[in-house]
């Protein structure tokens, strides 16, 4: 059984930084993508960061110059460092991981059960 669980979300004032964490657990073979998505009261979930195997990164728009991903592989771990934070970053931040269970087994999509992070003005 795979497990991701988040961590680090809170309440923050505009201009503020926060520190998320999703630790991946289990029965884990290999991890491709770990990123992280979010989703706002009323609006469709959205890529915010993906940081592939070989260290591809991928940030969206918004996040750019602000949010920083990093992973440690040995941990199976994903970070999202988010400074400069707005009030339009105020969702529910969900990791996700692009995995293999076992060796051959197709790449399955794994995600947290989510973090709120609420930035006030």
């Known amino acids: 059984q795979v497990q991701l669980v988040e961590s680090g979300g809170g309440l923050v004032q505009a201009g503020g930084s926060l520190r998320l964490s999703c630790a991946a657990s289990?029965?884990?073979?290999?991890?491709?993508?770990m990123a992280w998505y979010r989703q706002a009261p009323g609006k469709r979930r959205e890529l915010v960061a993906v940081?592939?195997?070989?260290?591809?990164?991928t940030y969206a728009d918004s996040a750019k110059g602000r949010f920083t991903i990093s992973r440690d592989n040995a941990k199976n771990t994903v970070y999202l460092q988010m400074n400069s934070l707005k009030p339009e970053d105020t969702a529910v931040y969900y990791c996700?991981?692009?995995?293999?269970?076992?060796?051959?087994?197709?790449?399955?999509?794994?995600w947290g059960q989510g973090t709120q992070v609420t930035v006030s003005s």
């Open positions: 940081m592939r195997s070989g260290g591809t990164i």
């Open positions: 289990g029965s884990i073979f290999s991890i491709n993508d």
């Open positions: 996700n991981a692009v995995l293999r269970v076992r060796n051959r087994d197709p790449l399955a999509n794994y």
